[in-house]
């Protein structure tokens, strides 16, 4: 998040979720946001301003005719005070609140008197989100700019399974960084490779690498964020999709090449994270390869893999390809020649050849005029300094 702290005022209106606001408001302030809650009398039935106020260290406000407020106006004073206000859970009789410009207690009269963005995370029984009431209200507030984060479909505290259910905190907390980030892909459409492949030796064996995928998946998750459109194209890892974005689980680099290849058209940037096996077992047993009495070895035959990148950057109109290696020295040099020898406009170079698996990383990223260096950082903040490079060299660029 940006070095100053996002300010939200986070409104608790009364739903059995509302112990998730809980989890919702501990996990915006991990991501550096100042939290302030604000809960509806009824909120105050399923969970306590207490466990707010403690968690957040703020006071928790319920009442619009609160005495703290010098002036007597804590809708006025509330929402000046915030950059964004996010309603999670919102009830069913609060979106439609919100739809008809009610005012009747704190939360809807701030709400009301707003100049700061507005999103809902919706929370209710199927039957009451499948109603055409809520289905108007929820086209009203789409209308009026409000964002609606969900809701989701699963099981439900009333024991249906249907949607209506709220997403879950870390969704929202995505939803809520996505919308407040800079946009410098809107519009784009963005293809990923991350993570390792999986090159079969017989049904049971096979030769992968370390790769995590993390930095992949951040990248992903940073293009989205960015406004763009984010097809990611995965090797095996055990990563959770981020939000927003499509996701193509692959085995192989043959795999990974065709599902890249039918992605390709139309995209504006491709960016090669996956570490791809360059080989393959040309002879891949159809059953498991047994020991044999004089423990002679099997003899394995490898095939040369596609090179996806050098692939994709040689297509007729390709996209702005960016690869990504790993040297160990002359990094510039190395990683020079490699960007020229795939025909990329840009490579990002990992500084320290060892970060598979780490949460860091440092990049040094080439170019046709020479380099720059993103300096250490968490994985996440690196792809969001990443994407803002690439965005600065499309082509259509206004920067
Ligand atoms: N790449 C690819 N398809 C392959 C091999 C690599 O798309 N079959 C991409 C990777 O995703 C990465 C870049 O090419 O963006 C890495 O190139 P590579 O030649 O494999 O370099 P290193 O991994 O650095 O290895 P080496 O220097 O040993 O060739």
């Known amino acids: ?13 009364g739903g059995v979720a509302a112990f998730k606001a809980a989890e919702l408001a501990r996990r915006l302030m991990e991501h550096g946001a100042q939290v302030q809650v604000v809960m509806t009398e009824s909120a105050t039935r399923f969970i306590t301003p207490a466990t707010f106020q403690a968690l957040t260290g703020e006071p928790v406000y319920t009442d619009a005719w609160d005495t703290r407020i010098d002036n007597l106006m804590p809708h006025i004073e509330l929402s000046r005070a915030a950059d964004l206000i996010l309603v999670a859970p919102a009830t069913a009789d609060f979106m439609a609140k919100l739809a008809h410009g009610l005012a009747d207690d704190l939360l809807s009269t701030l709400c009301l008197a707003r100049e700061i963005p507005l999103l809902v995370a919706p929370a209710m029984n199927r039957q009451m989100w499948e109603n055409p009431a809520t289905r108007r209200n929820a086209a009203i507030l789409a209308g009026d700019g ?4 969900g809701p989701t479909a699963g099981l439900q505290a009333c024991g249906e399974t249907g949607l209506g259910r709220m997403i879950e905190p870390p969704e929202i907390v995505e939803a809520t960084l996505a919308f407040l ?3 410098w892909l809107a519009g784009k459409r963005v293809l990923v490779t991350a993570g390792p492949t999986y090159e079969p030796i017989d049904p049971v064996r096979g030769i992968t690498n370390r790769s995590s995928g993390k930095m992949g998946f951040e990248i992903a998750r940073a293009a989205r964020r960015a406004g763009a459109s984010v097809d990611l194209v995965a090797g095996p890892v055990a990563l959770a999709t981020p939000w927003g974005v499509q996701r193509h689980d692959v085995r192989t680099a043959i ?4 599902a890249v290849m039918a992605r390709v058209a139309g995209a504006d940037v491709f960016i090669a994270v996956a570490a791809v096996a360059d080989w393959r077992i040309a002879n891949v047993s159809g059953q498991k390869i047994k020991k044999t009495p004089d423990g002679a070895p099997p003899a394995l035959e490898f095939a040369l893999n596609p090179d996806i990148l050098a692939g994709v950057a040689a297509l007729a109109d390709p996209p702005y390809c960016v690869g990504f290696a790993a040297e160990s020295e002359a990094l510039e040099e190395h990683g020079q020649k490699k960007r020229i020898s795939k025909g990329v406009p840009l490579l990002a170079a990992n500084i ?6 780490l949460d860091e990383n440092e990049l040094l990223l080439i170019d046709e005029k020479g380099t720059t260096r993103l300096e250490r950082a968490s994985k996440a903040e690196l792809a969001a300094r990443l994407i803002e490079e690439i965005a600065r060299r499309l082509p259509d660029a206004s920067r």
């Open 146 to 149: 409000i964002e609606l984060l």
């Open 352 to 357: 320290g050849h060892q970060t598979f698996g």
């Open 1 to 13: 998040m940006a070095a100053k702290p996002v300010r939200i005022l986070l409104g608790v209106t």
């Open 181 to 183: 980030a800079p946009k």
């Open 255 to 258: 795999e990974m090449n065709d």
